[in-house]
Structures are given as structure tokens and as C-alpha cells.
């Protein structure tokens, strides 16, 4: 089936280093979703993003997060500065639409440790 | 605070058993359910789902069955496998909001 496809895999950064995540979503999808996972517990909801915008965003996205997607691109969480508490596996997703059953895909993740 | 709750927080059977997945949730505004199966290193994949409208989903092994005026639905996996052995994810959504996730189950069926 359809696959988003997330670069890189694993990242291991500084602290205070700037990192950027990427996520190729499924071709003809229009909404994207980052989450975070810690320790392959709950996923826990950041963000939101349709038409260019953040549709909606959870306490976890701290000020030192962003996404966009410039131009039909990637779609980015940049984190700038990077903290200890940053180091979890960042899942993609991507739906078709915003309906109530449009299932979404999700990626295989990016693990990122902040050392 | 905590919209959807999973029980148990693991669970081993053993193979040809039917697993037994518990969940439930707080918001009644939620009207769509969808179950996720995690292996380790994935991302999550969608097992199958179910609408509120609805009180019981199959498909094939795999059933929901939901009960609205309890807020509580639950995943029975029939014949359980090994390569059923992952963590499943109850998860529920309204409208263009998003996808909350529950805690998950671990599940391990042993041969």
C-alpha cells in the first residue's frame, strides 16, 4: 500500500544543535500529523498541518518546534534548540482528509537521541 | 489527562487462544475508533477501525465490539498467532481533529 517514507531512520545530535526531520507523505494526501513516542509507549500528539498551516498543536510542541512544507516538499519538524527531553522516535503520518474515519499512514519514525 | 485508557497494559496467551483488548474513553463526542498494530522499529499500521454507529466490526480474525452508552469498545484477536505479537493501539477521533492514542497493549502469544 501507500507509504510515507521518514529521513533519517536514527539522529543523534548535541544538545542545543539544531535538528530537522523529514517526511515524505503519501502522494495525494493533504493532511500531515508528527507524533512522539518515548520508550514504545503512548503516541502522543504534536501537530497538525493542512493548506500550509498548523491546524492544531499539543503542549509538546514547545516554542523550539516547527514544521512546514515548502512547496509539495518534505514535510519538516525542525526542533532548534534540542534538549535532552527531545530524545524519542518521531512518527509521520498523513491522511487523505480531515473526515472523522480518514485513517491515517504512518512512517517507520525517526529515533532521535539528544546527547 | 488520560481520553483513552487501554487494559491490560500486557498480555500473553498462548497460540490459538482469542487475545482480549479493553478500551475505553471519556469524550462522547468521539465517534470513530481505529486499532493500531505496532511491531518494534515500525510505525504504527491500521488493523481495523469502527464507527460509533456501529456495535461490532470483523474482519477475519479480528473483531471490535462496541458498546457507545459505556464508552467502552475492546479488539478480540481469534486463533492468535505468534506473528500477532506486537503492541496494539486503541485509538478514537472526531471530526478533522486528531487521532488520540491510548497507552497500548502488549501482546504476546506464545506457541
Known amino acids: 500500500g501507500p507509504k510515507v517514507l521518514q529521513i533519517p531512520s536514527h539522529q543523534i545530535i548535541d544538545m542545543g544543535q539544531m535538528v530537522t526531520l523529514n517526511c515524505d507523505p503519501v502522494?495525494?494526501?493533504?493532511?500531515f500529523y508528527w507524533y512522539k513516542q518515548i520508550l514504545g509507549q503512548q503516541m502522543e500528539f504534536l501537530v497538525n498541518f493542512y493548506n500550509g498551516k498548523v491546524m492544531e498543536k499539543s503542549k509538546l510542541f514547545k516554542d523550539q518546534f516547527s514544521v512546514e512544507r515548502p512547496d509539495g516538499s518534505y514535510f519538516t519538524l525542525k526542533i532548534q534548540p534540542t534538549a535532552l527531553e527531545d530524545s524519542a522516535v518521531y512518527f509521520c503520518?498523513?491522511?487523505?482528509?480531515?473526515?472523522?474515519?480518514?485513517?491515517?499512514?504512518f512512517g517507520s519514525g525517526t529515533r532521535l537521541l539528544v546527547i | 489527562q488520560q481520553q483513552v485508557r487501554q487494559s491490560p497494559q500486557s498480555l500473553t496467551v498462548w497460540e490459538g487462544e482469542t487475545a482480549i483488548l479493553n478500551c475505553s474513553y471519556e469524550n462522547s463526542a468521539f465517534d470513530y475508533f481505529p486499532w493500531y498494530q505496532q511491531f518494534p522499529g515500525e510505525g504504527p499500521a491500521l488493523l481495523i477501525s469502527i464507527l460509533s454507529v456501529s456495535d461490532k466490526k470483523e474482519d477475519g480474525r479480528f473483531t471490535i465490539f462496541f458498546n457507545k452508552r459505556e464508552k467502552k469498545l475492546s479488539l478480540h484477536i481469534a486463533d492468535s498467532q505468534p506473528g500477532d505479537s506486537a503492541t496494539y493501539f486503541c485509538a478514537a477521533k472526531t471530526g478533522g481533529y486528531k487521532v488520540v492514542f491510548g497507552s497500548g497493549t502488549r501482546l504476546l502469544v506464545s506457541p
Open positions: 503520518a498523513s491522511s487523505l482528509d480531515g473526515t472523522a474515519n480518514s485513517d491515517y499512514t
Open positions: 502522494s495525494n494526501h493533504l493532511y
